[in-house]
């Protein structure tokens, strides 16, 4: 079994920056691919960001594109999500989450472990 731990979140004006730091339990982090998705009140879980292996291939959505810096250190079992230029749509609950595979996912059903999330709130 993996944990995984998020933190970070918090309340931020509109404009801001955040970071959000996920740690994992085991090593098997450094041969998995990695990801953030978010989900808000009302809506599904939608996929933010991902990361391969050595963390030379980031993907993300077009919503943060530009946005948002996905990293990952292998050596500490843990990832991070920059959030700069944050807008009110961002807010959401944050997750982090593992693939155990080496080819990097968009759908959060390709994904074996979760974190409990941590919220970002980003006021207006």
């Known amino acids: 079994q993996v944990q995984l731990v998020e933190s970070g979140g918090g309340l931020v004006q509109a404009g801001g920056s955040l970071r959000l730091s996920c740690a994992a339990s085991r090593s098997i982090f450094s041969i998995s691919t990695m990801g953030w998705f978010r989900q808000a009140p009302g809506k599904e879980r939608e996929f933010v960001a991902a990361i391969s292996l050595t963390g030379s291939r980031p993907y993300y959505a077009d919503s943060v594109k530009g946005r948002f810096t996905i990293s990952r250190d292998n050596a500490k079992n843990t990832m991070s999500l920059q959030m700069s230029r944050l807008k009110p749509e961002d807010t959401a609950v944050y997750f982090c989450?593992?693939?155990?595979?080496?080819?990097?996912?968009?759908?959060?059903?390709?994904?074996?472990?979760w974190g409990q999330g941590t919220q970002v709130t980003v006021s207006s």
């Open positions: 989450a593992l693939r155990n595979n080496i080819m990097v996912a968009t759908n959060r059903e390709q994904y074996d472990y």
